[in-house]
C-alpha cells in the first residue's frame, strides 16, 4: 500500500512525486514509455522553455527548479529555458531527486483501470494490481502521441466520476483552401489575424513559415488554439490575413513606401515581380504581384496602391488544423469546476488528484504549458 501512486511520469507527474516523496510519503509512479519525461526532452526543440517569467506563479516552479540544481536563463518575451538549453537536463535532475528520495518507478507501464475503494485506490497495470491511498492522474492530453499521450487519462477520469470537454489539438500548423505550396520554404515576419466569419478573433505579430499544405510558426500555432468549431461554424468560416506591412512599418511610414514603389515602377529594367524585391523572399513578392491583379513579368503597369494593399492584406481560407501528431497541446479536458484548483484533489472523488494538460487547460507557446504541468503537479504533490 503506497501512500500515492501517480499514473504518468511527465511533467506533472515527476514534480507531483518530488514533492510528495519530499514530505515523507510513499510514492510510485506508473508510467507508459520506457523512461520518464519523453516529451520533456522534445520540448522547445530539444531546449525545454520550462516556463515564462509573465506566469503569476513562475517564482514557485523556478524555486523548484532550484532546488534541484538546475540553473535558468531567460530569454525574449519572458521564455525561461535551463542554462545549458538541454531539456535532457531537466528530466536527469528531476530523476536524481526521485532517486534519491526512494520514489519507485514502474516504467513501461500502462495503467488500464483504477478504481475507488474503501481505504484508496487499486490500479491495474500489466495485470498487476497496486494499492494507494491517494492517486494522482497525470497522463496528459492526446497531443503528440508518439510520446505516450493518447488520452488513456481522460477514461480513467471518466471512471471516477469526472466529465471531459471535448480534448482538441491546438498549437498546431494551419492547413489552408488554397494551394500555396509554390512559397514553401518561405519565412516571412507578419502580423497575423484570424478572422471568423469576417469578426476578427484573434492578432499576434510574428514570423511566419510557408509550408507545402499552408502555414506554420509560432504565431500561426498559437492561432490554431482559436479555430473553435461548432453546428454553425466550420473551418472554411475562418480566414488568415497576414500585414507583411505591419512589422516593417514599425520603422517606416506606410506613404514612404508607396512612395517607394512609385519610384522602383521607374527603375530600368524592374518588371512587377522586382517591385518588393529584397522587401520579402522573392516567391512572396511574386505572388503578392499577381494577387493584386499584375502580371508578374510585365514592366512598370498597374497602380502601386493594389500592391501595396496586397502587400498589408494577404488573405487565405483555413481548411483545417494538422492534427494530434503535430500538435504540441491539448484544449478541453478535465472539467476545471470538478477541481479545487487550490489543492487539485477532485471535487467528484475524494484522494484523487488531477494535473498537467489531462485538466481543460491550454495556454499559447512561450513556457505557459510546462508551468501549468509543474504548478498543478507542485499543488498535488503538497496534497496529496
Ligand atoms: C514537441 C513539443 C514541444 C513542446 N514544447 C513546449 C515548450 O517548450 N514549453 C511548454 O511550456 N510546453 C511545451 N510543450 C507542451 C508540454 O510538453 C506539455 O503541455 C506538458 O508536457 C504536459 O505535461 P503532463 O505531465 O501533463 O503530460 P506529459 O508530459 O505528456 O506526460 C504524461 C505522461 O503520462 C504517460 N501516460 C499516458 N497514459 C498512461 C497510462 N495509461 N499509464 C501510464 N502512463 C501513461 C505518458 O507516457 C507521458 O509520459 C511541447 C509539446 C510538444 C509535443
Known amino acids: ?14 514534480v507531483c512525486a ?40 513562475a517564482a514557485k ?15 525574449n518575451e519572458g521564455r525561461i529555458y535551463p542554462a545549458s538549453n538541454q531539456a535532457a537536463d531537466v528530466v536527469f535532475l528531476l530523476e ?63 471512471s471516477l466520476g469526472h466529465s471531459i470537454s471535448k480534448p482538441i489539438p491546438v498549437l498546431t500548423a494551419i492547413e489552408t483552401v ?3 505550396s509554390h512559397l514553401k520554404g518561405v519565412r516571412v515576419a507578419a502580423e497575423c489575424s484570424l478572422t471568423r466569419k469576417g469578426e476578427t478573433v484573434f492578432r499576434e505579430t510574428g514570423e511566419v513559415q510557408f509550408t507545402d499544405y499552408g502555414l506554420s510558426g509560432i504565431c500561426i500555432f498559437n492561432m490554431s488554439r482559436h479555430l473553435l468549431l461548432s453546428e454553425d461554424i466550420e473551418f472554411t468560416d475562418y480566414k488568415v490575413r497576414l ?28 518588371r512587377n515581380k522586382d517591385l518588393l524585391r ?42 483545417g488544423a494538422k492534427g494530434w501528431k503535430m500538435a504540441q497541446c491539448t484544449k478541453g479536458g478535465v472539467v476545471l469546476d470538478e477541481i479545487d484548483m487550490e489543492t487539485m484533489e477532485s471535487k467528484m472523488c475524494s484522494g484523487l488528484y488531477l494535473a498537467g494538460e489531462l485538466i481543460d487547460y491550454d495556454g499559447p507557446c512561450g513556457g505557459y504549458n510546462l508551468q501549468n504541468a509543474w504548478e498543478t503537479g507542485l499543488r498535488a504533490g503538497e496534497n496529496v
Open 178 to 180: 488554397e494551394d500555396i
Open 96 to 158: 536524481k531527486r526521485l532517486n534519491a528520495l526512494g520514489v519507485q518507478v514502474m516504467c513501461g507501464c500502462a495503467a488500464d483501470w483504477a478504481a475507488k475503494k474503501k481505504n484508496g485506490f487499486e490500479v491495474s497495470c500489466a495485470s498487476r494490481q497496486i494499492r494507494c491511498r491517494s492517486l494522482v492522474l497525470a497522463a496528459g492530453g492526446k497531443a503528440a502521441p508518439q510520446f505516450g499521450t493518447t488520452g488513456d487519462g481522460y477514461s480513467l477520469a471518466l
Open 18 to 57: 518530488v514533492t510528495a516523496a519530499s514530505r515523507g510519503k510513499s510514492v510510485v509512479i506508473i508510467e507508459k514509455n520506457q523512461a520518464l519525461g519523453k516529451k520533456i526532452c522534445a520540448t522547445g526543440n530539444g531546449r525545454c522553455n520550462i516556463s515564462n517569467s509573465n506566469c503569476e506563479n
Open 243 to 270: 500585414d507583411f506591412g505591419e512589422p516593417f512599418f514599425q520603422r517606416r511610414a506606410r506613404s514612404d513606401f508607396l512612395k517607394m514603389l512609385k519610384d522602383r515602377s521607374g527603375m530600368p529594367g524592374f
Open 278 to 319: 529584397s522587401i520579402v523572399p522573392q516567391a512572396l513578392a511574386k505572388d503578392i504581384v499577381i494577387r493584386a491583379g499584375m502580371d508578374p513579368v510585365q514592366i512598370q503597369t498597374g497602380n502601386m496602391t493594389d500592391i501595396m494593399n496586397s502587400f498589408c492584406n494577404w488573405t487565405v481560407t483555413v481548411k
Open 1 to 14: 500500500m503506497y501512500d500515492v501512486c501517480i499514473i504518468g511520469g511527465g511533467a506533472a507527474g515527476m
Open 61 to 75: 516552479v523556478l524555486a523548484f527548479f532550484n532546488s534541484l540544481g538546475l540553473v535558468t536563463k531567460t530569454e
